[in-house]
């Protein structure tokens, strides 16, 4: 494994945490669109818009409402992890770092990567072994 691979993975779950996802989790009804699975956005067009919207002498300020049109709904780019609904009191016992037990008959047994699900909206990412789904990143509100 790469040498970087770790601080900058470790960047991005930060940035996630800091900035995405607070900024994610406020969207007004108004501001979600569906995006194709094929329609990516390079960072030439990210910084283009962003600089578009940032106003003038204040170089390095994220300007969010500039890029997010660019902005894909979480659950787009988890699709490809098994993914596991879950009642709001296991939702709970996860926010605080408890492994739950999976149930249902598609529930997988295991997997190495996973997401759980709470009312559509995700709760966090982790494995699933023996039939319980344990956290590794907790998503909270």
Same mark, same amino acid.
């Given at each position: 494994m790469h040498s970087l691979y770790r601080p900058v993975a470790e960047l991005m779950? &930060? $940035?996630a945490a800091d900035v995405v996802l607070p900024r994610y989790q406020n969207l007004a009804e108004d501001e979600i669109s569906e995006k194709a699975a094929d329609d990516f956005v390079t960072i030439a067009e990210l910084? @283009? !818009?962003? /600089? !578009?919207? &940032?106003?003038?002498?204040?170089e390095g300020?994220? %300007?969010? &409402? @500039?890029i997010d049109e660019f902005v #894909? %709904?979480?659950?787009? @780019?988890l699709d490809c992890l098994p993914q596991v =609904? $879950?009642? %709001?009191? /296991? @939702?709970?016992?996860?926010?605080?770092? =408890?492994? #739950?037990? #999976?149930?249902?008959? %598609?529930?997988p047994l295991e997997a190495e990567e996973a997401c759980a699900l709470s009312r559509g909206r995700? $709760? !966090?990412i982790g494995a699933?072994? &023996?039939g319980m789904f344990k956290p590794k990143r907790v998503f909270t509100a």
């Open positions: 779950e &930060q $940035v910084e @283009a !818009a962003r /600089a !578009a919207g &940032q106003p003038e002498g204040e300020r994220w %300007d969010f &409402q @500039a #894909v %709904d979480t659950s787009a @780019a =609904n $879950v009642t %709001d009191e /296991a @939702a709970t016992k996860i926010r605080l770092g =408890n492994p #739950v037990i #999976v149930r249902g008959r %598609d529930a995700l $709760v !966090a699933i072994e &023996q």
